[in-house]
DNA sequence: ATGCCGGTGGGGAAAAGTGGGGAATTAGGG
DNA sequence: CCCTAATTCCCCACTTTTCCCCACCGGCAT
């Protein structure tokens, strides 16, 4: 399981393309080779997943029933922005234009390790969304550091 | 198994030809080996399917009950219509005109990736499908991205 | 100083997408 | 039964996109 983490900034150049952080990729496990799918976040923000950690959401709606038409329409929404993608040889994704708008990005990216996934955000989305947080970081650090 | 994702703009020709995207291509199992089945979807839309993962579906459907008439009904849709096709040598498979009329198809369609299926969509039909869809992305995203 | 690693940029070959001509096959009518 | 019309399919050609590879730059460690 990975255990990304780290905040970099980077930039993208014309061909959409952008390079992943030596430190996260020394934890990818093996078994993705290279190989990640990249998607619409939550927030207006890009996850990349290696393929392995993929595979594991994966499975959990690979048993959702065709004969229901909600459930249909639940994978459809969640795989149609859905891309694989494999590094080149200097280690960088490319993401297609239509993923770079919605997360509004340009020319510079921050790049951020979270955990099982590492999330690409515009610098200047990313500052906004930061302000508009209700919950503080001091809140959550209560919350994580009181149970032990 | 496959792992069909993604979303694709692409043209129909006047016989009726549709191009497969690459990236889907290369997630279809070598034992279909061009070999796929069309047939109408649940929604105003059509469904592609590889040989073998029709042929799992086929498998599936033997043991569904009889008794219940939302699965027989499931049963008639899809296999009256199926139509066997061969990509030819650019890849593309040839939609007959019965069925490009029943999704309302013109000269442009949207193809989407769906775990074990590929659909085919009118443009105009699909958005104005997704409007009157419940579902969003966020509430997608919610459940299958919020970790454990 | 120098070699290596990590990040950035770009040119060119290969693949992908699109369109159409013409042979082969099938169907129908005289 | 044969001739003709229509459809299918095989192949060729052109344009755009992708991606593979090479090159450079800067910092860090040897």
Redesign the interface.
């Known amino acids: 399981m990975s255990s990304f983490k780290g905040r970099y900034n980077y930039s993208v150049d014309e061909k959409g393309r952008i390079a992943l952080p030596a430190k996260l990729r020394k934890n990818v496990a093996s078994s993705a080779k290279g190989n990640f799918?990249i998607t619409?976040?939550?927030e207006k923000c890009l996850?990349v997943y290696p393929q392995d950690e993929w595979n594991t959401?994966?499975q959990?709606?690979?048993n959702l029933s065709f004969?229901d038409?909600?459930q249909?329409?639940?994978?459809?929404?969640?795989?149609?922005?859905?891309?694989?993608s494999q590094l080149d040889s200097q280690s960088r994704i490319t993401v297609q234009q239509?993923l770079l708008d919605y997360a509004g990005i340009k020319n510079e990216v921050i790049v951020l390790g979270v955990?099982?996934?590492i999330e690409i955000w515009s610098p200047s989305v990313y500052d906004e969304f930061q302000k508009i947080q209700p919950v503080t970081y001091e809140t959550v650090a209560e919350q994580v550091f009181k149970q032990q």
């Open positions: 799918v619409r976040g939550f996850y959401l994966e959990n709606v690979r004969l038409a909600k249909r329409n639940f994978n459809r929404t969640l795989f149609q922005w859905a891309a694989d239509e955990l099982d996934r």
